[in-house]
């Protein structure tokens, strides 16, 4: 068995939510599925016959994010970015995955900080 070294930075909060996305910053939003999030960036997943998005392309994101507390309970915020397309990769005959980073970070780690009233102000976020 081979032994894989992590090199990310921060967990990924895995969760399969829509996320809207644009070819280019003004265009038609396609629907995707979210397959993970950290702070700088995101995964999903997306139908081959709907857009040609392709690496090094920049893309208009909206998506929401759970955020959780210290009582495991959750409120829904939402985002739109920028965001670079680093990666595609066929997954099925008619899906892709792409991996994103955000042109601006997210001011938190979805899988790892917890809602707190000091940061609780800082989530939406607008292009």
Known sequence: MKNVVEKRREQRLRYQWPIWFAEDLNGNLFQGQMVDISSGGAAFKYYKHECNIHPEQEILIKFS???????????????????????????????LKAAVEFAQPLTFKPAEDSITEQNSNLYFSAV
């Not at 829904?76 to 990666?87: A, E, L, P, Q």
């Open 65 to 95: 994010v759970p955020q959780f507390d210290e009582d495991d309970s959750f409120e829904i915020v939402s985002f739109k970015r920028i965001g670079k397309v680093r990666r595609v990769e066929d997954i099925s005959n008619d899906s």
